[in-house]
């Protein structure tokens, strides 16, 4: 079990530019998460799938960011026209079923210049 | 919109010496709390979750947890040099049990 992976590790945009993020959750697991993590903010829920559908993207900024699941092997979270203040380590876990332990994946630096 | 303060922000403990750490949730609505803790430049590694008032104990690690004071608290026995992380709380909230809100933090640091 290779946990969960995210890529890239690390991801240095211009601003302006957009960003996908991606995700692979632990195979067999149904829930898929993706948080935020900030040195002022700390971590931070953003949005959450569950059999692949969109269930709570509560804390979703409301421009520019989005998520999808096209399948059970792999979640995206992109980020259009990327500003300075999106800079962040960006998590995804997943979990067997919802209420489960999340299993956090290594998170990808994105470093908006 | 909940709220996790965690206590010490940072904590330096002596190689064998018990560390222990606090967390207080500003209301009750969620009866699941997790500890975790994130090595630099890694992944959150779970350690102990708790759903009941007392006591849990994983390896190491303890949970105590207390739902009428809004308190759990995480002691770490003997502890390592390689427990130095950050340690994170979380409570479990949302109608279907799908969101973590995680606490701020503390930096642990385990001198040899």
């Known amino acids: 079990n290779a946990g969960v992976i995210q890529t890239p590790r690390h991801k240095v945009t211009g601003k302006g530019q957009e960003a996908t993020l991606w995700c692979e959750p632990i195979?067999?697991?149904?829930?898929v998460f993706w948080y935020r993590q900030t040195i002022v903010q700390g971590l931070e829920f953003l949005t959450y799938?569950?059999?692949?559908?969109?269930?709570?993207d509560s804390g979703m900024p409301k421009e520019r960011f989005s998520a999808q699941m096209p399948n059970q092997s792999h979640s995206t979270l992109k980020i259009q026209s990327t500003q300075p203040q999106d800079s962040a380590v960006y998590l995804c876990?997943?979990?067997?079923?919802?209420?489960?332990?999340?299993?956090f994946g290594a998170g990808t630096r994105l470093s908006v210049l | 919109q909940q709220k996790v303060q965690q206590s010490p922000e940072s904590l330096t403990v002596s190689e064998g010496a018990m560390a222990s750490l606090n967390c207080t949730f500003s209301?009750?609505?969620?009866?699941?709390f997790r500890w975790y803790r994130q090595h630099s430049a890694k992944g959150l590694e779970v350690l102990v979750s708790?759903?009941?008032?007392g006591e849990k104990e994983e390896g190491r690690f303890t949970a105590h947890l207390n739902r009428a004071n809004l308190h759990v608290s995480l002691h770490i026995r003997e502890p390592q040099p390689s427990d130095s992380a950050v340690y994170l709380c979380?409570?479990?909230?949302?109608?279907?049990?799908?969101?973590?809100?995680f606490g701020t933090g503390t930096l642990l640091s385990v001198k040899p």
């Open positions: 979380a409570g479990v909230y949302g109608g279907s049990g799908n969101k973590l809100i």
């Open positions: 708790i759903f009941s008032d």
């Open positions: 799938f569950r059999n692949q559908a969109p269930i709570d």
């Open positions: 209301d009750g609505t969620s009866n699941n």
């Open positions: 876990a997943s979990s067997l079923g919802t209420g489960d332990t999340l299993y």
């Open positions: 195979s067999g697991h149904s829930a």
